[in-house]
């Protein structure tokens, strides 16, 4: 029986303001409908993640709505629950705790680390507190998922991965197979049908079933025979209710869109949330990259692949923002320059896009993010045979990064590093977002089309790894994650970091974020030493027993601090070291004077050859690559298990939530607490 208590959600989870109240107060009337509607579209969407990750989830969250609501819908004070439940404050407490914590990821998996955590309260306390509760409703939804709620039998399903490895995924039924999913993929390369916004669910019959995601079932059931014998139904009618209200909200922001492009961009989207099109929502990509700077930005859809293990099905996702004038300054001079900065990169002419469009590059403050965790920064859009003729959008966000928690520790940290770290971390930060965002928009992919076109010259286009005329690149029906299957994310990220790390050395870069001189080099420092603290703290996110990783950035993470170490001549140690409670830790001592002569070339080394692999479409290459310099020793035990004894819970947004009284759109921000957590999902109504 697995050992419940490594298990357990964060004790005390640092919950942390959306603060957007000072942005979205310089809105015009108009443009705060298009955004509160744009919001709803987003979270509309929200019963879809959790079902994505963990369909088994869904009674949870109903059960915490629940729990802290009346029969009008309306959040109770949580006082009087705490009264009524006849247990401890710390008991209590710990159950605050754990369903905020479900709220902020959107499931009982983690979305940093995509493994199961429970309850610190007991069994026994919970069920006490939900009969106290007093509400019918709270206990039956607590008996139909408490089994959900805290088994942690078998431990491969602790984690998010592939059925027939025994682990947990939204994406697929569980007798589904690694061969299933590869006889699929090639089924829909063949017949240009996207997985993207697709489930895949087999029968006891041995057939298959392809759900798409779509508000009316418009197009028509097809039955087809695969290769091996067995058939698959495609049918689009997946997650009907919820799409239903995301095409309505999306009608609903379409007459305070700001222009025409705007406007075309929503129709859209309601075309491919009603109908499931992925052609209709390339489209609304292609108008949402004319849409330039507008002054409230959104995207919404289904995005990122990270947790598919197969990595070819994407989340839903949607986010709204305002413009951040002053800080989009600084990033539209990053986006000025950017073809001098990628002509630094480490490969030939050939390897990089005939014409770099320049991405548009904004600085956002979020208003809403329906996500499972809301990043710092993002490029899309994610269709490779779009942005490689059209370009993307690199978008930072502001008040993400700058986002503080009281008491935040920063272990392995040394004690003369600290108040530099403290001081530079956020500015560092934020000069690394906006490179390694500009970074996914570089880099040619080497492809054939239809008619067997290819868009390079074979005779002299030579690898410069081999030597040798390049020998694979992209069929048609093909794209980068499609090829590159559960790596692709984590691979991409990597190669992004590394595009950071690769071009932050050079002065002017830095100048552009005004850092100059001794300042400019202690922004270089902390992130050079930043990307090594994470590449350590990833082992946390690394599961030695299933030799997995449990999320995408922190293994690309590790994969850099691992090149940094093995660069050798003392740039990068981990010295033995103890706490001031005697406990054994580590201290990272990085010799800043060998940044640019020891550390910069081992990175710029190592993205040469992420970048040759991907241009070329060589996942078999690229994919050895990738699990080498990701492998953990296995002496790296005792390191891991210190940085598990360290480990920091990870922070939580608390997000407003928007209405409209009296033809007046009117903004509610919530406290930064876990009572504030449950709060804003109660008042949201999703």
């Known amino acids: 029986m697995a050992d419940t208590s490594r298990y357990f959600a964060d004790e005390d989870s640092p919950f942390s303001c959306l603060e957007a109240k000072a942005f979205f107060d310089t809105l015009s009337d108009t443009e705060k409908k298009y955004a509160h509607f744009m919001s709803r579209a987003s979270f509309e969407g929200t019963r879809i993640i959790i079902a994505q990750t963990n369909p088994g989830a869904l009674p949870i969250y109903e059960l915490i709505l629940a729990l802290f609501s009346n029969e009008q819908g309306e959040m109770i004070q949580t006082e009087s629950l705490f009264q009524a439940s006849r247990v401890s404050k710390e008991v209590f407490e710990q159950l605050l705790q754990?369903?905020?914590?479900?709220?902020?990821?959107?499931?009982?998996?983690?979305?940093?680390?995509?493994?199961?955590?429970?309850?610190?309260?007991?069994?026994?306390?919970?069920?006490?507190?939900?009969?106290?509760?007093?509400?019918?409703?709270?206990?039956?939804?607590?008996?139909?998922?408490?089994?959900?709620?805290?088994?942690?039998?078998?431990?491969?399903?602790?984690?998010?991965?592939?059925?027939?490895?025994?682990?947990?995924?939204?994406?697929?039924?569980k007798n589904i197979t690694k061969d299933d999913i590869k006889l699929v993929q090639e089924f829909l390369e063949k017949e240009k049908i996207s997985p993207l916004n697709s489930r895949l669910f087999k029968e006891e019959s041995g057939?298959?079933?392809?759900?798409?995601?779509?508000?009316?079932?418009?197009?028509?059931?097809?039955?087809?025979?695969?290769?091996?014998?067995?058939?698959?139904?495609?049918r689009y009618n997946d997650f009907a209710p919820y799409m239903k209200k995301v095409a309505e909200a999306i009608q609903n922001a379409t007459p305070f869109a700001a222009n025409q492009t705007q406007k075309e961009m929503l129709?859209?989207?309601?075309?491919?949330?009603?109908?499931?099109?992925?052609?209709a929502h390339m489209d609304s990509q292609r108008l949402w990259l004319k849409d330039l700077s507008p002054q409230v930005e959104t995207n919404i859809g289904f995005i990122e692949t990270y947790r598919d293990p197969q990595g070819v099905r994407a989340e839903w996702e949607g986010f709204v923002s305002m413009v951040n004038k002053e800080q989009t300054l600084k990033?539209?001079?990053?986006?000025?320059?950017?073809?001098?900065?990628?002509?630094?990169?480490?490969?030939?002419?050939?390897?990089?896009?005939?014409?770099?469009n320049k991405p548009d590059?904004?600085?956002?403050?979020?208003?809403?993010?329906?996500?499972?965790?809301?990043?710092?920064?993002?490029?899309?859009?994610?269709?490779?045979?779009?942005?490689?003729?059209?370009?993307?959008?690199n978008v930072s966000l502001?008040?993400?990064?700058?986002?503080?928690?009281?008491?935040?520790?920063?272990?392995?940290?040394?004690?003369?590093?600290?108040?530099?770290?403290?001081?530079?971390?956020?500015?560092?930060?934020?000069?690394?977002?906006?490179?390694?965002?500009?970074?996914?928009?570089?880099?040619?992919?080497?492809?054939?089309?239809?008619?067997?076109?290819?868009?390079?010259?074979?005779?002299?286009?030579i690898n410069p790894l081999t030597k040798e005329p390049i020998s694979t690149w992209y069929k048609p029906g093909q794209n980068f994650n499609s090829v590159f299957k559960?790596?692709?994310?984590?691979?991409?990220?990597?190669?992004?970091?590394?595009?950071?790390?690769?071009?932050?050395?050079?002065?002017?870069?830095l100048k552009i974020f005004e850092y100059e001189g001794e300042e400019a080099e202690n922004i270089l420092y902390i992130m050079y030493l930043n990307m090594a603290r994470a590449g350590?703290?990833?082992?946390?996110?690394?599961?030695?027993?299933?030799?997995?990783?449990?999320?995408?950035?922190?293994?690309?993470?590790?994969?850099?601090?691992?090149?940094?170490?093995?660069?050798?001549?003392?740039?990068?140690?981990?010295?033995?070291?103890?706490?001031?409670?005697?406990?054994?830790?580590?201290?990272?001592?990085?010799?800043?004077?060998?940044?640019?002569?020891?550390?910069?070339?081992?990175?710029?080394?190592?993205?040469?050859?992420?970048?040759?692999?991907?241009?070329?479409?060589?996942?078999?290459?690229?994919?050895?690559?990738?699990?080498?310099?990701?492998?953990?020793?296995?002496?790296?035990?005792?390191?891991?298990?210190?940085?598990?004894?360290s480990k920091q819970p990870r922070k939580s947004f608390v997000q407003a939530n928007t209405s409209i009284e009296n033809d007046t759109v009117v903004l509610k921000e919530y406290e930064a607490s876990a009572a504030g957590m449950i709060q804003s999902y109660i008042e949201r109504k999703v």
């Open 98 to 173: 754990y369903c905020a914590q479900f709220l902020g990821n959107l499931s009982n998996y983690k979305s940093f680390g995509d493994e199961k955590f429970i309850p610190r309260l007991s069994q026994q306390d919970f069920e006490k507190i939900v009969k106290n509760a007093g509400s019918a409703k709270a206990l039956k939804l607590y008996e139909e998922s408490v089994q959900e709620i805290y088994s942690v039998d078998p431990v491969a399903y602790n984690l998010i991965g592939f059925p027939d490895d025994g682990h947990q995924s939204g994406y697929y039924s």
């Open 207 to 234: 057939n298959f079933k392809l759900l798409v995601a779509a508000a009316v079932e418009k197009v028509e059931t097809k039955t087809y025979s695969l290769d091996n014998g067995s058939s698959i139904e495609v």
């Open 267 to 279: 129709e859209a989207y309601y075309l491919s949330f009603e109908s499931g099109s992925i052609e």
């Open 331 to 356: 990033f539209n001079r990053l986006v000025d320059n950017a073809p001098l900065f990628v002509s630094r990169l480490p490969w030939s002419s050939e390897f990089e896009r005939e014409t770099l």
């Open 361 to 393: 590059f904004t600085s956002l403050e979020v208003l809403a993010f329906a996500t499972a965790g809301v990043p710092a920064g993002i490029n899309i859009p994610n269709y490779s045979e779009i942005t490689q003729i059209y370009g993307s959008k």
């Open 398 to 461: 502001g008040n993400v990064i700058s986002a503080q928690s009281p008491n935040e520790k920063y272990p392995f940290v040394r004690e003369q590093d600290l108040d530099l770290y403290r001081k530079y971390r956020n500015p560092s930060f934020e000069v690394q977002v906006g490179t390694h965002e500009l970074g996914h928009g570089t880099g040619k992919l080497f492809s054939e089309d239809e008619e067997g076109k290819l868009n390079f010259d074979q005779k002299t286009l």
């Open 486 to 509: 559960s790596i692709a994310s984590s691979y991409e990220e990597c190669r992004a970091e590394c595009i950071a790390l690769s071009l932050s050395p050079h002065t002017d870069i």
């Open 536 to 645: 350590l703290t990833a082992l946390e996110f690394y599961n030695p027993d299933a030799k997995k990783w449990g999320q995408a950035h922190m293994q690309a993470r590790y994969a850099i601090m691992k090149t940094m170490l093995e660069a050798g001549q003392d740039f990068l140690q981990f010295k033995p070291s103890v706490t001031e409670d005697g406990q054994e830790t580590l201290e990272i001592h990085l010799d800043r004077s060998k940044i640019r002569s020891v550390g910069a070339p081992a990175v710029s080394e190592f993205l040469t050859k992420l970048q040759i692999y991907k241009a070329t479409g060589d996942e078999v290459n690229g994919t050895q690559l990738y699990a080498d310099v990701t492998t953990v020793p296995d002496d790296w035990t005792s390191i891991r298990d210190i940085v598990i004894r």
